[in-house]
């Protein structure tokens, strides 16, 4: 676990190496072994000085991760954080210099350990980060990282690193003072040795009697003029939605006013009652575990040869188009881009030129990289360039008929391997499937705009989608570094659908005099990022309205119409005011300023005597999607999991739920089931849930 070795020159090397985990994290076991060997090496009379270090490629992952799922108790948490500062005061106070030797990544606890010793340095590798990327859980560093930080860095630097949660490359964290020296890797235990060997009388500055914080106390100048204003940012980004940065606020604030060991008990009693919300635990699940194996394809069917994708052919070089185009060939793929004539597909393909020329510019991107990318991308209007492609995504208009004509030719030109995809994002998969005689080799791949910025993509199977095709299509995603989520057909599939429930809802509450500022501000108190009526504009109300009524024509007397069809029709229809790409939407989109709300909306839409109160406005943003999803996953659409993960990545339902069947649970079932049926007697049918909603949580 720790391996304990003193060489001759006195130097006790601490080396983290936990057996059977790929990489070395903290436990009430681990963290007992750890404290064990410090205590050994500060009672033995040989040892001069300490290095720790890790036999693995990374140093220390942090915590156990795995640990926060389980159900602790108050007392629990706080022992653990209790005996880190334990061991890490020890190591500070003992009387013997520690230099952590960092070889790999350093996270979270594993970085607090780093910051416990007197010194710290790190071996050049480009791929290394180090820091506390803790609020990123929706926790705080609960091992000392607060106190620490803040006392090493100063209050504002401290701050913006831990509400950041930022990883940093070694280089940048040594430009910052937390890392003390960068060496070669095969010159790192060597130089850890010397410093140990060189500071026999290695003290931490906090435990200095003439200690001052960096920059500033708490009650200086500097303290008095942060504080108000990372409050109010924390607020204004988080609406009150995420503990986490509050409490690191708090950690900071309160600690840095006391000393080292008050101000780490104050630190554990915030980390406590972090890890006690239930909404961490949901957070947690969600956006580390579940997360992290979609990436990894854990769902993917087996027995499928892992899929290599060398050359694609992208059918439409729009927006979207032009955008599988870019992620594509960033992913280090030949791209044939087809539109209807070649100066189309060539401007598709300019879309990005800039782009990559400004990450060139940033030093994101070197020349010749940039030139490489851009030359994989083959514009062209001729279908015969589709010969040989391994995959072929249409992404053209959503016309039935448009996407078979163009979909045959493709499927014709590029040959019997080639897995045939569609990027429509509410027509049936199973419908476009029948424009090729390969069915079992056509899926649904629905990107999120703007394609290069959003990180998931949804597959959608049709009734005949093949094993062999899910597998290819989860390859292809993971080759370009995006996450999947698998969703059976329907209209709209998973995502759509959904989203769609929350805009609608939102004009439903227009056309009910619902005042336009109350709904958006209304909707980020729920914890969404951005109001029904901004996202709609950019999503374009034309576009939604054109959906709507594609769907009252393919479903007839089966056509559920929808308060806010009335809105759509008239802002679109009559007002002509179709949304931000042509500058008028239900905003105003002035050359010089920010956006505004339409000065006509209330013109148009009478504001109602009685006004509701911001909760019942965000209960309807947010309820309205958690039913519309639980119908989902009934109707066997998507599962709970990729629910979750698809509502968080596709349309940033907000993470702290844990995702929009986790909202269901963490509200509770019955708690749930009340407040729908409540909104549903007063706002419409559609608020009301599925019976069996339990089973569906789990399913
Ligand atoms: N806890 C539990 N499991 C972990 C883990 C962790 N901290 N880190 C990694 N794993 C598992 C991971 O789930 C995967 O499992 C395997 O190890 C390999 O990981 C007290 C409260 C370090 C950059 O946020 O970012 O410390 O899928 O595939 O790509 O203040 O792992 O094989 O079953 O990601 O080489 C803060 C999380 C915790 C770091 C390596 N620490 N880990 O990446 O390997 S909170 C973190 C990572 C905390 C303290 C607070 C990455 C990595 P499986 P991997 P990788």
Redesign the pocket.
């Known amino acids: 676990m720790i391996d304990y070795r003193v060489d001759a020159d006195g130097v006790a090397v601490l080396t983290w190496n936990i057996e059977g ?3 070395n ?2 436990n009430e076991e681990t963290v007992a072994a750890f404290g064990d060997a410090v205590e050994r090496a500060l009672a033995d009379g040989t040892v001069k000085g300490v290095v720790v270090a890790s036999a693995k ?2 140093f220390v ?6 640990k926060f799922l389980e159900d602790r108790s108050l007392e629990e948490i706080i022992a ?2 209790v005996t ?1 500062t334990r061991i890490t005061r020890a190591m500070e106070t003992g009387g013997k210099p520690f230099c952590a030797a960092i070889n790999g ?1 350093a ?4 970085f ?1 350990i780093a910051l416990g010793c007197h010194h710290r340095i790190a071996a050049d590798k480009p791929k290394t ?1 180090v820091g ?3 609020v ?2 929706g ?5 000392g ?1 607060t106190q620490r930080m803040s006392r090493m860095l100063g209050i504002q630097k401290s701050l913006e690193l831990l509400l950041e949660g930022r990883r940093l490359p070694v280089e940048v964290a040594h430009k910052a003072g937390l890392i003390d020296a960068v060496v070669e890797p095969e010159d790192l235990l060597a130089a850890a040795r010397k410093w140990v060997a060189d500071n026999p009388n290695a003290r931490q500055p906090w435990d200095d009697k003439g200690f001052r914080v960096p920059g500033g106390a708490v009650q200086s100048p500097v303290g008095q003029q942060v504080f108000p204003t990372a409050a109010a940012m924390t607020r204004a980004r988080t609406w009150g939605n995420h503990p986490a940065p509050q409490a690191i606020l708090s950690c900071v604030y309160e600690g840095l006013q006391v000393d080292i060991d008050t101000g780490l008990r104050i630190e554990a009693k915030y ?1 406590a009652n972090l890890l006690r919300d239930p909404r961490t635990k949901a957070m947690i699940k969600t956006t ?2 579940d997360m ?2 979609a990436k ?1 394809l854990k769902s993917r069917p087996q027995g499928v040869d892992k899929a290599k994708f060398s050359r694609i052919g992208i059918l439409g070089a729009g927006m979207m188009g032009a955008g599988i185009a870019y992620v594509s060939a960033r992913a280090g793929m030949d791209v044939v881009l087809l539109d209807e004539t070649r100066e189309k597909a060539q401007a598709g393909k300019a879309r990005y030129k800039a782009q990559v020329e400004a990450q060139i510019g940033k030093g994101r991107l070197s020349a010749d990289a940039g030139t490489a990318l851009l030359d994989r991308i083959e514009p062209t209007d001729t279908f015969a360039d589709l010969a040989g492609c391994d995959l072929v995504i249409e992404a053209v208009f959503e016309d039935r008929e448009l996407k078979a004509t163009v979909t045959r030719k493709a499927a014709d030109a590029a040959g019997t391997a080639a897995l045939i995809a569609s990027n429509t994002s509410t027509l049936p998969i199973t419908g476009l499937a029948q424009a090729v005689d390969r069915p079992e080799a056509f899926i649904g791949l629905h990107f999120f705009s703007p394609v290069e910025r959003m990180p998931m993509v949804e597959i959608i199977l049709g009734e005949k989608t093949g094993d062999p095709a899910l597998a290819r299509a989860m390859d292809y995603v993971q080759a370009i570094g995006m996450t999947p989520i698998v969703v059976r057909d329907s209209r709209g599939f998973f995502t759509s659908r959904v989203f769609a429930s929350y805009v609608l809802e939102g004009m439903t509450l227009l056309r009910d005099g619902v005042k336009p500022a109350l709904i958006e501000n209304a909707a980020k108190i729920g914890g969404m990022p951005v109001g029904p009526l901004e996202v709609t504009d950019a999503t374009s109300l034309s576009l939604l309205w054109d959906v709507r009524r594609q769907w009252k024509l393919d479903l007839g007397d089966k056509f559920e119409p929808h308060p806010a069809d009335t809105v759509l029709e008239l802002m679109v229809e009559t007002l002509d005011r179709p949304g931000r790409r042509a500058a008028r939407g239900f905003y105003d989109y002035p050359a010089e300023g920010p956006k505004r709300l339409w000065h006509g909306l209330t013109e148009h839409f009478p504001l109602a005597e009685a006004q509701p109160d911001a909760e019942t406005v965000a209960r309807r943003l947010m309820h309205i999607q958690a039913v519309e999803a639980l119908r989902c996953t009934r109707e066997g659409i998507v599962g709970p999991t990729d629910a979750n993960i698809g509502s968080i990545l596709g349309w940033g339902f907000p993470a702290i739920t844990g995702g929009v069947i986790s909202y269901v649970g963490l509200k509770g079932s019955d708690t749930f089931s009340e407040e729908c049926r409540d909104l549903a007697g007063r706002y419409g049918d559609r608020f009301l849930p599925p019976a069996d909603i339990d089973s569906l949580l789990a399913a």
Do not use: Q, W
Not at 61 to 66: N, Q, T
Not at 139 to 143: D, E, S, T, V, Y
């Open positions: 985990r790929p990489v994290v903290m490629d990374d992952a942090g915590a156990d991760v795995e653990l954080s880190m990544h996270l979270g606890g594993g607090e980060r506390l990327p803790e990123t859980l926790l705080l560093p609960g091992a990282g980390f580390f575990f992290a194996a990894k």
